[in-house]
């Protein structure tokens, strides 16, 4: 079984940053891939950015450019800095994580096994 905890939410201006956190805990393997997806209230969950180890990072066109996934493996830890916030960032973001590497940085939910709580991310 694998966990996952987000944290590093908050209330933000309209053009301020954010870096969220994710750490990764439990049956993991050597590699896993790694993904951010957010879902607003009336929304369906949406694929923010997804990344494996080896590969390019996959992000959405709304956020392409002002949002950056990373990961630091020695701290089992994935991050999503946010910069440029706008009022339709606002959601809440989870991360989720799937030891099937052919998922890659696919932002599909439906192909991510273990999900976190999320974290509020609300722009005004």
């Known amino acids: 079984h694998v966990q996952l905890v987000e944290s590093g939410g908050g209330s933000v201006q309209a053009g301020g940053s954010l870096k969220l956190s994710c750490v990764v805990s439990?049956?993991?393997?050597?590699?896993?891939?790694m993904a951010w997806f957010r879902q607003a209230p009336g929304k369906e969950r949406e694929g923010v950015a997804g990344?494996?180890?080896?590969?390019?990072?996959t992000y959405a066109v709304s956020v392409k450019g002002r949002f950056t996934i990373s990961r630091d493996n020695a701290k089992n830890t994935v991050y999503l800095q946010m910069d440029s916030l706008k009022p339709e960032d606002t959601a809440m973001y989870y991360c989720?994580?799937?030891?099937?590497?052919?998922?890659?940085?696919?932002?599909?939910?439906?192909?991510?096994?273990?999900w976190g709580q999320g974290t509020q991310v609300t722009v005004s």
């Open positions: 989720a994580e799937d030891s099937r590497l052919y998922v890659g940085g696919s932002l599909i939910a439906t192909e991510y096994t273990y």
């Open positions: 990344l494996l180890s080896d590969g390019d990072p």
């Open positions: 439990g049956s993991i393997g050597s590699d896993y891939c």
